[in-house]
């Protein structure tokens, strides 16, 4: 086996030798091949993105700001003509109103607040409430509930008013009427 043996020789560099490194990937070819952002973003030539950059710069960030848009658009009409609660104010008072449908009976719901300062109405409030009905025929009118209740001096007042109308009405006018003042409201029936 000694015999194949070969000999081999070891050859090293002489350290005298000065020579220049060899780079293979050179950052001038890297950036000579990079797009024109990618360079003007190693010269210092971009300058901070401005907000109309940020929210149009591009097609993804354009259709989530419409997007955006049109849902708060949708939003504030929904909750605009679905409302269950219509605000009133009568003689200095907050009236709340929603007619409620609960089984088979139609209930009337007011709240009343009254103002955190001043002096505000108390006293008798007559309430008439009609069906809305879209057009009457000749010789037929339309069917009225009256009722009365009372204001009194407290902060908060709920009263609740059973109406005697067919479960299948939608959408009810209703008249608030003080001493003084009388105030009217289209009301829809909620669930």
Do not use: C, W
């Not at 060899?22 to 952002?37: M, T």
């Not at 009256?146 to 009810?172: C, H, M, S, W």
């Amino acid at each position: 086996m000694n015999e194949d043996k070969k000999n081999y020789t070891l050859i090293t560099l002489d350290e005298n030798i000065e020579r220049e490194p060899v780079y293979y990937y050179s950052r001038d070819h890297r950036l000579s091949r990079a797009s024109s952002i990618v360079r003007d973003l190693n010269d210092g030539k971009l300058g901070k993105k401005s907000v109309v950059k940020n929210l149009f710069g591009s097609r993804g960030n354009v259709m989530t700001f419409i997007l955006i848009i049109i849902t708060s658009v949708m939003l504030s009409f929904v909750s605009k003509y679905s409302r269950t609660l219509t605000d009133v104010k009568l003689g200095g008072n907050t009236v709340k109103l929603s007619i409620q449908k609960d089984e088979e009976t139609l209930n009337l719901d007011i709240i009343k607040q009254g103002p955190k300062t001043g002096n505000a109405y108390s006293g008798e409030v007559e309430i008439a409430v009609s069906p809305v009905i879209p057009k009457l025929n000749e010789g037929e009118t339309s069917s009225l509930f009256f009722d009365r209740i009372y204001f009194t001096r407290a902060g908060y007042e709920n009263f609740q008013v059973l109406l005697p109308f067919d479960f299948d009405k939608n959408e009810f006018i209703l008249l608030l009427k003080t001493s003084d003042e009388q105030k009217s409201v289209k009301l829809r029936a909620k669930r």
